[in-house]
C-alpha cells in the first residue's frame, strides 16, 4: 500500500463528532456541542452518538446526573473526563446503587469504546463498570474506582455472556474503599492488565474466574498491589481455571509485618503443584516468588 491510498483511506475515514456533559448552567435542553453549552446527563450524549463514527464525550464536571446505569451499547464510543476539579482531580460519578456503566445491553453494544478519565462511585454490592457482553473489546484506562467513595468492584464481567475479552485495562486507581475486587473477571479472554494501582482493597486485586477449564487470558504486567496485615493467599492475583495469562512484574506490598501469605494464587489445572499460566518475576515485598499452587 502506498502513501497516496494511505491517505485517501484515512480521508474516507469516520470523523467523529464531540459532545459536551457537565459543568455550570449544564442543560440537557442545550446543543451539547460547545463546551459552554454542555448537556445535563452522559446518557443524553450518548442518544447523540453514532455507532462506528468514533464520537468523542469531553465530561467537564459530573455527580450523579443521570438515571444509572448509563448504559454503552453504541461501538466506537470515546467518553473522556476533563481533570477541571480539585482535590478529586477527576469528574466524580456517584451512581448510588446502581453500576455507574452498563457495558453491552445490545448483541455486540459497547464494543471498541474508552472510557477515561472518571472517579466512580456506587454502593456495597455494585461495581463500578458492569460488563454484559462478550469481546467488549473496550480500553479503560486513567479511572479511580472506590477512591472517592464505596463501590463493590472496580470492573466486574459476571460469566459466560460477559467476559470482557480483548479489552485493555491499565493506569488506573482501585482504591480503599472497594468492598470487595478490583477487577472481578469471568474467563477473560486475551485481556491485558497493565501499570494499575491496587491500594487497600477489600478482596482481590485481580481475581479471574471461570468454571470452563481452559480460559485464555490475557498479558498482566507493571502492576502494584497493597495491603496492610491480614491480607489472605491470592490477595493481589488469583487466578481459577484460567489458561495462557502472562504475569511478570507485579508487585504486591504488605505493612506492619513480614507477609503471611503469598499474594499470587494460580488454581488452574485443578491439580496441584502445575499451572497452565505464564509466571515470570512477580514480588512479595522485596522478593520474587512464584504463585501458591496448592
Not at 246 to 266: C, F, L, T, W
Request: aromatic share 10%; proline share 4%.
Amino acid at each position: 500500500m502506498n502513501w497516496k491510498t494511505l491517505l485517501e483511506d484515512r480521508i474516507k475515514a469516520p470523523i467523529g463528532e464531540e459532545f459536551y456533559v457537565g459543568g455550570a448552567g449544564a442543560s440537557d435542553s442545550k446543543s451539547g456541542r460547545i463546551a459552554l453549552e454542555p448537556f445535563l446527563k452522559l446518557a443524553t450524549a450518548l442518544a447523540h452518538c453514532k455507532s462506528g463514527r468514533h464520537d468523542v464525550i469531553w465530561v467537564q464536571d459530573y455527580w450523579e446526573n443521570d438515571t444509572f446505569p448509563v448504559v454503552i451499547e453504541k461501538t466506537n464510543v470515546h467518553i473522556i473526563g476533563l481533570m477541571t476539579r480539585q482535590p478529586a482531580a477527576w469528574p466524580i460519578m456517584n451512581a448510588g446503587a446502581h453500576a455507574c456503566f452498563s457495558i453491552g445491553e445490545a448483541a455486540g453494544g459497547g464494543m471498541c469504546c474508552e472510557i477515561s478519565g472518571l472517579s466512580m462511585i456506587t454502593d456495597a454490592t455494585h461495581p463500578c463498570i458492569d460488563v454484559v457482553s462478550l469481546y467488549t473489546q473496550i480500553w479503560i484506562h486513567n479511572c479511580a474506582f472506590g477512591e472517592h467513595g464505596i463501590a463493590q468492584d472496580g470492573i466486574y464481567a459476571p460469566g459466560f455472556s460477559a467476559e470482557l475479552g480483548w479489552s485493555v485495562i491499565e493506569d488506573n486507581i482501585f482504591g480503599k474503599e472497594l468492598v470487595r475486587d478490583g477487577i472481578r473477571v469471568y474467563a477473560p479472554t486475551w485481556t491485558d492488565i497493565k501499570n494499575n494501582r491496587f491500594n487497600e482493597y477489600g478482596g482481590v486485586g485481580i481475581n479471574f474466574f471461570c468454571d470452563v477449564p481452559d480460559a485464555q487470558g490475557g498479558w498482566i504486567i507493571g502492576n502494584r498491589f497493597f495491603k496492610s496485615i491480614g491480607a489472605a493467599a491470592g490477595w493481589a492475583i488469583t487466578m481459577d481455571k484460567v489458561a495462557a495469562a502472562k504475569i511478570d512484574d507485579n508487585r504486591a506490598m504488605e505493612s506492619g509485618v513480614a507477609p503471611q501469605h503469598n499474594p499470587y494464587k494460580d488454581t488452574s489445572t485443578g491439580v496441584p503443584g502445575t499451572t497452565k499460566n505464564g509466571w515470570g518475576a512477580n514480588w512479595s515485598g522485596g522478593v520474587t516468588v512464584m504463585p501458591d499452587v496448592s
